[in-house]
């Protein structure tokens, strides 16, 4: 019962402490996993239960939200880097505060992902032309625009969709502020 209490109390106070900024504040960008009965949940191309599904999210599998629309829609972009809508309802936010959706543009049509900060590292995952990922630190960035952080050439700590975390150079990224 107190569950029950505390976990309504969450979902009543979750959607003013998730729309503190304006669309582009960054700052509301986390991972989350769809937890529903059904095994998926549909990406809406808006948020409404009767637009077109862009695509699917299945239950455990890892993805990005944006922001929260209104009280029961979020923003929110796929490990495919499709963006589109889903409802709040089936998220279960798994990660704190993340800044930055990038999306891989690498011209080879995949990016390594390193352990650590550099080419001597080992491959932690290797990321999709496409593919959506976060940068959680750019050393020295602050809250500067991620146009301008990208452009100073530098190694990014990014978190994958599937909660793998490494390093890519920013220049084989592009802002995803879809």
């Known amino acids: 019962m107190i569950r029950l209490l505390v976990l309504l109390l969450l979902l009543w106070i979750a959607p003013a402490l998730a729309q503190d900024g304006p669309v582009d504040d960054l700052a509301t960008t986390f991972v989350a996993v769809i937890q529903d009965k059904d095994g998926y949940t549909n990406v809406r191309a808006s948020a409404d239960g009767k637009s077109a599904v862009v695509d699917k999210l299945h239950t455990g599998e890892r993805f990005f939200v944006r922001q929260f629309i209104e009280e029961e829609w979020a923003r929110v972009c ?8 889903a409802h709040r309802s089936r998220l279960k936010k798994v990660r704190s505060r993340a800044y930055y959706p ?46 301008e952080v990208l452009a100073e050439k530098r190694w990014l700590q990014v978190i994958d969709a599937r909660g793998k975390v490494g390093y890519v150079f920013s220049d084989r990224v592009r802002p995803n502020l879809e």
């Open 78 to 85: 796929t490990p495919r880097g499709i963006w589109g809508y």
């Open 102 to 147: 990038v999306v891989v543009t690498d011209r080879d049509g995949y990016l390594n992902m390193r352990q650590g900060p550099g080419t001597d590292y080992p491959v932690v995952v290797q990321l999709a032309r496409g593919e959506c990922v976060v940068v959680l630190e750019a050393p020295g960035a602050g809250q500067r625009d991620v146009r």
